[in-house]
């Protein structure tokens, strides 16, 4: 892991209100130093200590500020990555594994320790991944097009591959009810080049899809979205969100309807900050129902993740050096974010708890 974050930011003679200071994360800004080059932060563990609060976790409305910890740092806690995503946390084994897209690996770091080391490969070029309340884990793989459960002696089983006889494009992330059902995205990026999976046709419209815990039949449940991608239910179960990293670049809700199907899709929070319009990839519920989600394409002062109030406010933000592209909770008080970005793993402490074990 290097010891430094080498990007550099250009500072400017033009001096910014406390509000764009903040909004634009800069942790160290030299108010005298006009043009000087200065170095980013950095993140990694043997890093110099940021002086607390943590400038790079922004309240924005006064109801994020009971969740900012004031002691608290933004740590990198591995790096290396072509392109991470799909954080899932496993509380028995206390660890958390992530994917690396490109690498076709799967990835686990140890919280007793921090080390970390490659748990699968080749791992279909997974994507998203989720535990069920089982304790096996749910995998989507962008290269086999299909949705997989590993079982306790290290099977695979496969649990969606085809829809109506014509294969899955390329599963993307994954979340379980309680009932046992696993919801899931199909986008069809993996399938869209080489690098993240084996480029083909996509098949079938973009939707959302139900796998029946029992049959393990697969029922669509909205292809109302351009391009669905993170998904996750409120704490009550009662709506689901998912992120368009398409033509909507948002969030939209949907009501969940005796557990099985959707209605009344809308709008939930549009990604748009200002004249920056970057995409929601990974979402997660906290126990308050906000939605925690991750956010990247435009650079410095929007890329890290977005905080959403259950009514559709943006409330806060965690700045990274990096394009966010998931989230899940974690730890053993569910209270620690854990954010994939681009070629790295992060983590936070927040006084939000998850709302769902992975």
Partial sequence: MPAADHRISKVTAAQPSRRSFLAGGFAAFAAAACGKLLPAR???????????????????????????????????????????????????????VWSDIPNDIQLRWL????????????????NGNTFDYQG?????????????????????????????????NAPNDAVVHPNGDIWFTDPGYGSMMHYEGNKGDLELKEAV?????KSLKIAKVTDEIDKPNGLCFSPDYKKLYVA??????????????????????KEFAAMKLGDKHGIADGIRCDTDGNVWASAGWVGDGFDGVHVFS?????????LLPEIGSNVCFGGRKRNRLFITAGQSLYAVYVEAIGAHIA
Avoid: M
């Fill in 310 to 318: 259950p009514e559709g406010q943006r409330i806060g933000q965690i």
């Fill in 136 to 168: 096996r884990q749910i995998s989507c793989e962008h290269g086999n097009r299909q949705v997989v459960r590993y079982e306790y002696d290290g099977a695979k089983t496969v649990l969606a591959a085809k829809f109506e006889g014509k294969r899955l």
């Fill in 111 to 126: 919280d007793d320790d921090g080390h970390v080391s490659t748990i699968r490969h080749p791992a279909g070029n997974s």
């Fill in 244 to 265: 368009d990293s398409g033509s909507g670049k948002n969030i939209k809700v949907w009501d969940v309807v005796d557990q099985k199907s959707l209605e009344g899709g």
């Fill in 209 to 213: 899809y139900r796998i029946d815990a």
């Fill in 42 to 96: 950095d993140y990694g563990p043997n890093a110099e200590p940021v002086r607390y609060p943590d400038p790079d976790i922004v309240v924005l409305e006064p109801a994020f500020a009971k969740y900012k910890i004031g002691n608290t740092p933004i740590r990198r806690l591995h790096t290396g990555c072509l392109w991470a995503e799909g954080p899932a946390w496993n509380g028995v084994g206390k660890y958390l």
